[in-house]
């Protein structure tokens, strides 16, 4: 089965600059996670989506970063304008359902540097 | 709130050697506790995890997890370190939405 989808793998953007990354989940994954993992640090959840709704944003900086799931499969997480700070590497996940019994596979992730 | 803490962000065993990668939880319920991998230029894979089904995990590539309730910790271990199992590891805790919160991890070495 195919895994986590993401792209692009790399992007350098200038500072005030805006960027988009996206994300397919594994087929018949109701949920999709959105992680930032700055250098050295573990993942930071930034949303969460149970088919194409929020279960959790508390923790997205929603003055510059925006997210959307339509159609409940693909989704996108842009930011807009960037900061030094949001260098990073950020983490699609998707799951089956919601829960403790269910496993989160992970892509491989799209390397942020802003300059 | 549930969370989890990684003691020590580097660890370096020899080849062949005991690996013990520390994570204390802290939750006001029975906790589900997952350590996951992290390759260079990856993303992050499950080794295992605890869903109160059994205090001793076992999961992939030789590892394992004890869940000590009374000094809420969900240690790995692996008894013979591999060159292939040099990686970043991270314990995480599912939090009462269903997500996952991350420790900060452990880089592991292994030297030859």
């Known amino acids: 089965e195919a895994g986590v989808a993401q792209s692009p793998r790399y992007k350098i953007i200038e500072k005030r600059q805006s960027v988009a990354f996206w994300c397919n989940p594994i087929?018949?994954?109701?949920?999709l996670y959105w992680y930032q993992q700055i250098l050295g640090q573990g993942p930071k959840l930034l949303i969460q989506?149970?088919?194409?709704?929020?279960?959790?944003d508390s923790q997205l900086p929603k003055d510059r970063f925006s997210a959307e799931r339509l159609k409940g499969v693909d989704s996108t997480l842009k930011i807009q304008p960037a900061k030094l700070e949001d260098s990073a590497v950020y983490l699609c996940?998707?799951?089956?359902?919601?829960?403790?019994?269910?496993?989160?596979?992970f892509g491989q992730g799209t390397r942020l540097t802003v300059v | 709130a549930q969370s989890v803490t990684q003691l020590g962000s580097h660890v370096s065993v020899s080849e062949g050697a005991l690996v013990l990668l520390r994570c204390n939880y802290s939750?006001?319920?029975?906790?589900?506790l997952f350590w996951y991998v992290q390759y260079p230029n990856q993303g992050l894979q499950l080794l295992l995890k605890?869903?109160?089904?059994?205090?001793l995990v076992k999961g992939i590539n030789g590892f394992e997890a004890e869940f000590k309730k009374s000094e809420t910790s969900f240690h790995l271990t692996k008894p013979s370190a591999h060159m292939s199992d040099a990686a970043e590891y991270f314990c995480?805790?599912?939090?009462?939405?269903?997500?996952?919160?991350f420790g900060t991890g452990t880089r592991l070495t292994v030297i030859p």
């Open positions: 605890y869903t109160s089904a059994a205090t």
């Open positions: 087929s018949g994954h109701a949920t």
């Open positions: 939750s006001s319920v029975p906790p589900y």
């Open positions: 995480a805790v599912l939090t009462g939405a269903n997500n996952l919160f």
């Open positions: 989506f149970q088919n194409n709704g929020v279960v959790d």
């Open positions: 996940a998707s799951s089956f359902f919601l829960g403790p019994e269910t496993e989160a596979f």
